[in-house]
């Protein structure tokens, strides 16, 4: 409802309607350009629409002016920003369907609605004694109505010719922002929607391989900087190759699928990101965990994939789909790159496959060499430079 307040409209004719033609063009040029220099400042559409009618409210002598929005199927007013001399409050709640008010005609019959006086006209929504007149105005980029400019003043003849077309510029001037503003959105959320795509692996749905190499760097500089611990799982399936000779490939993606949607819940609650490593390979990183507890969550998913007993004609390890897995751990440092934590579980994989397969092998990440120590690659010839918790 609508208040009535102190009014400083006057009486006077208004300023446009004494000015001569070439006046009123400088003087619309004047108003636009200020409106366009707001609508630029926003950063969201209710602050640009904000702006808007704070700028019409300043520049021209209106009791109110306001943006009212329509929803996408315009059946309903979703949203109202207001600026003027009379406090506002909405006659009704939203959303508020276009059957009630001038403002609902407006949007119904998508007309220029000039309200001389408010107290004849049928639909107008009384809530203010010195309103007595009213200007509303469908805000239309090209055949979208993205709802109404509403104006109200205190004088009955206020609104001449000269002084609606101003509003019926300054409307088109609205929808062009309004229009400019939802396609931003849009393509914001399908750059988001994009980027969701470029992160996630088209056959398995899990985040891909970039998505991986991007949270690893992100979680290794947090932790560095916080000094806590972690952990990473290489989860492989075992004679992978042999089952999409055996069954084809469409089988062999079924596989990879159904084993995705088993890691995700069997690391639920314990596992930052599950991502496809690459080809039959998933990756598991663990933000919070140490080894040990790394070496856990391995052993209960190997232990869920046996009991999926997923057939495997042409294993050498079992006669169902079986998987290796290598887990590694560490507190992170800045003078190693993250790529020491997938090297210490690749080479944990690659001795969890050389003992058999279907097994877990669990190292720790080997301290950074000091400056002038023998190097890894110059330790005696046998040694395992790594300690092994298997």
């Not at 446009?16 to 108003?31: F, H, K, N």
């Not at 070496?295 to 169902?320: D, F, I, Y």
């Amino acid at each position: 409802m609508r208040h009535s307040g102190p009014d400083h409209q006057g009486k006077r004719e208004p300023m446009i309607s004494r000015l001569d033609a070439p006046g009123q063009r400088v003087m619309l040029t004047e108003i636009l350009a200020q409106v366009s220099a707001e609508a630029l400042q926003g950063e969201t559409l209710e602050e640009v629409l904000q702006r808007i009618v704070d700028c019409v409210a300043r520049q021209l002598p209106v009791a109110i002016a306001s943006i009212i929005l329509l929803n996408e199927e315009g059946t309903h007013f979703v949203q109202e920003v207001w600026a003027g001399r009379l406090q506002l409050e909405p006659a009704t709640g939203m959303p508020w369907p276009v059957e009630v008010g001038a403002a609902g005609r407006c949007a119904r019959t998508g007309e220029v609605q000039l309200i001389a006086d408010v107290a004849h006209d049928p639909d107008y929504v009384p809530g203010n004694d010195t309103v007595q007149s009213e200007y509303i105005v469908p805000i239309r980029h090209r055949v979208r109505l993205h709802g109404v400019l509403n104006l109200e003043s205190t004088q009955a003849d206020f609104f001449t010719p000269e002084v609606r077309a101003m509003f019926d510029a300054v409307a088109l001037q609205i929808a062009g922002t309004i229009h400019l503003a939802r396609v931003v959105r849009e393509l914001e959320l399908a750059n988001r929607k994009l980027e969701r795509l470029s992160m996630s692996d088209g056959l398995t749905g899990i985040a891909n391989r970039r998505c991986f190499d991007l949270r690893l760097t992100e979680e290794w500089q947090r932790h560095v900087r916080e000094g806590r611990s972690l952990a990473l799982l290489l989860v492989d399936v075992d004679c992978f190759k042999a089952l999409n000779d055996a069954r084809g490939h469409l089988h062999g993606d079924e596989c990879l699928r159904t084993l995705a949607r088993l890691v995700e819940r069997v690391a639920e609650g314990n596992c930052e990101l599950v991502a496809r490593y690459g080809g039959e390979e998933l990756a598991l990183l663990l933000t919070d965990g140490d080894l040990r507890a790394a070496r856990r969550l391995g052993e209960r998913l190997r232990r869920s994939v046996e009991a999926l007993a997923m057939e495997h004609p042409a294993s050498s390890v079992a006669k169902c789909v079986t998987v290796s897995v290598g887990a590694s751990a560490l507190r992170p440092d800045p003078a190693r790159p993250p790529e020491a934590l997938i090297d210490t579980a690749d080479r944990a994989l690659y001795t969890a496959k050389a003992r058999g397969r279907n097994r877990v092998v669990a190292r720790m990440v080997p301290n950074a060499p000091r400056p002038g120590a023998m190097r890894i690659g110059e330790a005696a010839a046998g040694a395992d430079p790594v300690q092994a918790d298997d």
